[in-house]
């Protein structure tokens, strides 16, 4: 009993997630991994929808006080694979796949 307990408190938290860090992102017979080129994600995975932010980096001083030294570029691409697949959103940062997460289909 104890057990069954555990296991509906583990799929409650599971379901209240609005994104899940992934290992890996597949598209057909290749995966796509942190590290992986983005040239190489859009030859496997095609064109995504695009959106580049900048980001500030973080710095701190002697004093220990923390301030944006610089703005970074960074990419957010995003994966829609149609319905009953959670959307996928890849951080390319220089070119390579930095993180893959998975959003929360609202749907």
Same mark, same amino acid.
Not at 50 to 54: A, D, K, L, V
């Given at each position: 009993?104890? !057990?069954?307990?555990a296991l509906s408190l583990a799929f409650a938290c599971y379901a209240h997630i609005e994104s899940a860090h992934a290992d890996f992102l597949r598209c057909?017979?290749?995966l796509i991994e942190p590290g992986d080129s983005a040239a190489y994600t859009l030859e496997k995975c095609g064109e995504p929808t695009?959106?580049?932010?900048?980001e500030p980096v973080w710095a701190r001083d002697v004093n220990g006080r923390v301030y944006p030294s610089v703005n970074a570029r960074s990419d957010v691409w995003r994966y829609n694979f149609g319905p009953g697949k959670f959307p996928a959103m890849l951080r390319i940062i220089d070119g390579i796949v930095e993180s893959i997460? !998975?959003?929360k289909n609202r749907e």
């Open positions: 009993m104890r !057990f069954v307990s057909g017979a290749a695009s959106t580049t932010i900048n997460t !998975f959003e």
